[in-house]
């Protein structure tokens, strides 16, 4: 008879982590000792530490508990049920999916509602999912290659080839984008934006150019990072804002994002407009 080793079991012919060992990787990305997250989780330390071990099971509901406490995505919460034993509690449907239907349309209004301003919605890799008119205007003089489905933003952003050279104030969008997606990488451990994290910092990295002073067309006041793009209408300067469904019990809704692009200046505000009336 095979020996199993401690915190995993077989299952087929591949070996599953326990339930313990993902709550103690969980809590040690969220830089949590078991104390905290006992407190947080209104357990003993010592039965937190029983789990993690295991020493003891937790049921469905204490799976559920911890990794809410852990702030732990859908998708992983599955992950966690499944090591424990139990089914998984959150479905993943497509977005055309008759069920989602309310949501696609919600995603629908604020994409169309937010024109002449761009605003697009993409999945938990940065891969469009769905963009306004005004998006795919401001994509012009991009290279095929990156326009081809699945869109990666980020990529089709910060590429030599993409929307780079039209960037003025490259150094401080790329170093924005890096960090938001470091931070993400850090939350959710995914490998997968892992990876493109370090495609992304080994495409050119251009001279931080000294920063204007304030104003529209300074920085913003350090409020926010600009994003400024060169466009056939002339400088275009924005803020951008994020949107994500409260609550969602879905994996799909989990996981989208509204990016939606404000006008930073008045002079914006009339070229987009401009732009618009043109197409």
């Known amino acids: 008879m095979e020996a199993k080793s401690p915190g995993c079991y077989r299952h087929g012919m591949h070996t599953t982590r326990s339930i313990g060992d993902h709550l103690r990787s969980w809590r040690q ?34 799976v559920l508990h911890l990794a809410e406490r852990l702030e732990v995505p859908l ?27 309310a949501a696609r349309r919600a995603v629908e209004l604020v994409l169309k509602g937010h024109e002449p301003y761009p605003a697009l919605a993409v999945d938990r890799h940065w891969q469009l999912i769905a963009a306004n008119a005004a998006v795919e ?45 470091r931070r993400q990488v850090d939350i959710s ?42 466009s056939e209408a002339g400088l275009l300067s924005f803020f951008s804002t994020t949107t994500v469904f409260g609550t969602p019990l879905d994996i799909t809704l989990s996981e989208l994002a509204l990016e939606a692009f404000f006008p930073a200046d008045p002079a914006t505000a009339d070229r987009l407009g401009r732009l618009a009336g043109k197409a």
């Open 29 to 62: 990305r969220r830089r949590m000792s078991q104390l905290d997250l006992a407190s947080e989780a209104s357990i003993s330390t010592r039965h937190l530490s029983f789990v993690e071990s295991g020493r003891s099971q937790p049921s469905r509901d204490m």
């Open 75 to 101: 998708r992983d919460r599955n992950v966690l049920l499944v090591s424990a034993g139990f089914a998984p509690q959150f479905p993943e449907r497509g977005l055309k999916d008759p069920q989602l239907e």
């Open 137 to 181: 205007r401001l994509l012009a003089g991009a290279a095929p290659s990156l326009l081809q489905v699945p869109i990666n933003v980020l990529r089709l952003s910060l590429h030599p080839d993409g929307l780079a050279p039209r960037i003025t104030n490259l150094a401080e969008w790329r170093q924005h984008l890096l960090e938001r997606l």
């Open 189 to 230: 451990a995914d490998p997968v934006l892992a990876e493109l994290l370090e495609e992304l910092r080994g495409y050119p990295c251009p001279a931080r150019p000294a920063r204007p002073q304030g104003g529209w067309n300074g920085d913003l006041g350090g409020v926010v990072v600009p994003f400024r793009l060169l």
